[in-house]
């Protein structure tokens, strides 16, 4: 798991799982706890306690990444795992999610364009309303439509011609082809 936070932009981070022994009780002898030590020259501490919102998620993910190699799971989903983070960790994320995708059927919901740009499925949840009532659908995003989502997510508007050309280029490197 630490070699996995490596790879998630925690290049200093390491896990560390400590397990005491307690008095027998109805949930068990052991007491486990899982610490992160997030950088060099910080002291583990537990994930619950010490943890960022970034930070978590990407615990989480390499979680489910090593075990997932071990014992493959069918599905995983995943909401907003991306949670907390931007830049090259969100790109690790995606990288990571993609991975996993490999062997199981991975969902993802994330706002995210470093993320989505990793998906083999893009699809986009949209709500709308009649004046009285609100409903939800989803539709499948592809080429040029994909792009413009991406733009959409990356700054807000999908007219933006340079948030399209940085589309396109998320696209290509997660793909080596845009789709």
Not at 92 to 102: M, P, S, T, Y
């Amino acid at each position: 798991m630490t070699a996995e936070l490596g790879s998630l932009a925690m290049p200093d981070a390491r896990l560390v799982v400590e397990v005491e022994e307690r008095e027998l009780t109805l949930t068990g002898r052991d007491q486990v706890a899982i610490l992160l030590q997030p950088h060099a020259g910080a002291e583990p501490r537990p994930v619950s306690r010490g943890a960022s919102g970034g930070e978590l998620s990407r615990v989480m993910l390499a979680i489910e990444v090593v075990l997932a190699g071990s014992d493959p799971v069918p599905t995983f989903v995943f909401d907003e795992v991306d949670a907390g983070v931007g830049g090259a960790a969100a790109t690790e994320i995606g990288r990571r999610l993609a991975r996993l995708a490999e062997t199981s059927q991975v969902i993802v919901v994330t706002h995210l364009a470093q993320v989505a740009a990793f998906s083999n499925n893009h699809l986009v949840v949209e709500k709308g309303s009649d004046g009285s009532v609100t409903a939800s659908s989803v539709r499948l995003v592809h080429a040029d439509d994909r792009a413009l989502e991406m733009a959409r997510l990356l700054s807000g508007s999908p007219d933006s011609a340079h948030a399209l050309a940085h589309a396109r280029e998320l696209l290509e490197a997660a793909h080596g082809r845009w789709s």
